[in-house]
């Protein structure tokens, strides 16, 4: 039988012995393989191995003395190397980001809105009827060609405005419908058909941002307001459909100028701002053509804690917007000009958010109201289809929307069902009053596939003004459905 | 008869959830150390601090440099410690957390570098650059300005 002292010495070089190798190998780069089972032995105490030998003598105590220097010397050799390489200029370039980075996004599915056959969105747009579409195929160039200057373009294409409807038959007028059919000229058959589409530019600007509170845009960007329009993409958004608001414009969705914006952190909230001075709203040319700039702005207090994540916001918009009519009053002796305008409103427009998340559950609210004054005698015509000579009133705007969504728990955390209610105010034909019910189930699938769907039903209704005409006629029903890939 | 057949459905549907719901790395349970450049007057940084370097938010230390914060890939065991004790997000929600961020625009997410040698040759070489090693890997080109263990951020 082995004395108990030779049974705690080589306990002593066992433990000491495994534990260098263990040093060893964790101190190879990380994807290096294990190190060979020759030199791999338990680094656990030896009251798990099997005894020694009862025939250890002070001749293997001696060897193995000998065999743990030897490693512990490698040991020491090897992180004198790497320390050596760590510490000495690399030949390969360090750390360094991508020139230029191209990523977007793209959904497709099906969709089928149901609205009254008589009613005016049933006309106006292509509905009651089953579609499979596609729908965003947007792309990202992401350029830091060098540090503290970005530049970010981001295309969508679109197979629009193939099919839109553009004018109305019987009671004098012609039905149309638009068409980008045309010859594919380059094409190996003669008579090849080609269906062109858009390249809309979602976005183009270029920034300076070396100071944490005042990083400079300039181009064209997305209006910073509220949570839709800074999350913008399908992959992101928890919901398919819009909120009224952002489908009606009460701000402009996308704007031409600069924009500052900085931020700043106290403990574990960052508090940020952006400002912009900018063309004002370019639904009728991307130009200045108004001479009013518009302005805006976003203050909001970030808590980013891991599972509680809460933001609030609040954003403004002002501007004045007219068009331009340039009309020839005489050509004798020489062609005088002349310039007007057909409306021209002032517009003020205020939001406050919240987005809240707690563990699984995402919490999403926005409150907008929007003031709208126009010039006497400037005002813009109501729809003439439904108020022949009619014309916009000055009017207040308003409406708020939430949305809750729980993630469900293991193992079905891949599915994310929601709820969301909106109201929605504005003087309108067909009713002053619309409220939004919906509910939806994401189903994600992994980080870049989701699938998504949500049903959603609209009730129009007389809230502050009675209508004269049936507002349940534009009532709808709609079922959205969209496979997403972000890439 | 029918219920028996229910129960086999729905049995076989929640195996079929589990098996095809990807699976998050396993931890990698080695104490990290938080690293920064020698020339770095940091002497530790905390979750308030480097939350919003690591999610790019924050891109100026307070000593006027720029942060350069380096990750390693997001299927290192190492990398899954990290973001679960400083972002607290698991991989699944770090995946998603920059591809929204990509989405709306945002800035972009850390450099990342291939192993924890090119984290601590990039934080000997750059003044302003932070990442994160095995604590047994540290050596003299760097500074330390806090530990992971256990899953938990603590001061070096």
């Known amino acids: 039988m082995p004395s108990t002292t030779a049974l705690a010495r080589v306990a002593l070089l066992g433990s000491l012995f495994g534990s260098s190798l263990a040093r060893s190998a964790l101190a190879q780069p990380a994807p290096a393989p294990p190190a060979a089972p020759a030199v791999a032995p338990d680094p656990k105490p030896p009251v798990a191995e099997p005894p020694a030998a009862p025939t250890a003598d002070a001749s293997e105590l001696a060897q193995l003395r000998a065999e743990v220097e030897a490693t512990k010397k490698e040991v020491e050799e090897l992180k004198a190397a790497q320390a050596e390489a760590a510490a000495a200029p690399a030949e390969e370039p360090v750390a360094e980001q991508e020139k230029l980075k191209i990523y977007g996004f793209a959904d497709v599915g099906f969709q089928y809105v149901q609205i009254n056959k008589q009613g005016l969105l049933a006309n106006v747009y292509d509905v009651n009827e089953p579609d499979f579409v596609l729908g965003n195929l947007n792309l990202y160039f992401d350029a830091q060609p060098i540090e503290n200057w970005r530049g970010l373009m981001e295309v969508r294409f679109t197979n629009a405005p193939q099919g839109k409807i553009t004018g109305f038959g019987g009671l004098g007028g012609s039905f149309q419908r638009q068409s980008t059919f045309t010859d594919d000229s380059t094409g190996a058959a003669l008579n090849a058909p080609l269906w062109g589409g858009s390249v809309v530019i979602e976005r183009a600007w270029i920034e300076y941002n070396k100071l944490q509170a005042l990083k400079l845009r300039f181009g064209n960007f997305f209006t910073p307001f509220g949570i839709w329009n800074e999350d913008h993409g399908t992959p992101t958004l928890i919901s398919l459909a819009w909120p009224q608001f952002m489908t009606q414009r009460w701000m402009p969705l996308r704007q031409t100028g600069v924009m500052a914006y900085g931020n700043a952190f106290a403990g574990s909230w960052e508090l940020g701002y952006a400002a912009t001075l900018t063309n004002g709203r370019q639904e009728t040319s991307t130009l200045n053509i108004d001479g009013y700039l518009g302005y805006g702005g976003r203050l909001y207090a970030r808590r980013d804690a891991g599972d509680v994540n809460s933001t609030l916001g609040l954003s403004f918009f002002t501007g004045k917007t007219r068009d331009k009519v340039v009309s020839i009053t005489a050509n004798e002796p020489e062609v005088i000009w002349k310039t007007s305008s057909t409306f021209e409103y002032n517009e003020y427009v205020m939001g406050a958010d919240v987005s809240v998340d707690v563990g699984r559950t995402r919490i999403r609210s926005e409150g907008v109201l929007r003031r709208i004054v126009y010039t006497p005698g400037k005002r813009e015509p109501e729809n003439q289809l439904l108020a022949p000579g009619g014309q916009e009133p000055d009017k207040w705007q308003q409406t708020v929307y939430l949305l809750v969504a729980q993630q469900l728990p293991h193992p079905l955390e891949m599915f994310e069902p929601y709820l969301w209610g909106e109201v929605f105010e504005t003087p309108t034909l067909v009713g002053d009053g619309i409220f939004m019910g919906s509910a939806g189930l994401n189903v994600r699938f992994n980080s870049a596939i989701t699938w998504k769907n949500q049903y959603a039903h609209a009730k129009f209704f007389d809230w502050m003004y009675k209508s004269p005409y049936d507002t349940s006629k534009n009532d709808l029903n709609q079922f959205y459905s969209r496979l997403v890939m972000a890439f | ?156």
Not at chain 2, 44 to 57: A, D, H, K, V, Y
Not at chain 2, 94 to 106: E, H, I, L, Q, S
Not at chain 2, 120 to 143: D, H, M, Q, W
């Open chain 2, 1 to 156: 008869m029918q219920a028996t057949r229910r129960n086999l459905v729905l049995t076989s549907l929640v195996a079929v959830l589990c098996f095809s719901w990807p699976k998050g790395s396993e931890a990698g349970g080695d104490v990290l150390a938080v690293i920064v450049n020698k020339a770095n007057p940091v002497t530790s940084l905390g979750q308030n601090e480097l939350r919003p370097i690591f999610q790019t938010t924050k891109k100026v230390w307070s000593f006027g440099e720029d942060a350069i914060p380096i990750n390693l890939p997001e299927d290192s065991p190492l990398r899954n410690d990290f973001d679960q004790a400083v972002l607290g997000l698991d991989p699944e929600r770090v995946a998603r957390y920059w591809t929204d961020r990509k989405v709306r625009g945002g800035a972009r997410p850390p450099v990342r570098v291939p192993n924890t040698a090119a984290v601590l040759r990039a934080v000997a070489a750059k003044t302003g650059a932070v990442g994160y090693v095995r604590f047994s890997e540290v050596n003299g080109s760097v500074k330390v300005v806090a530990k992971i263990s256990g899953g938990r951020l603590s001061g070096p």
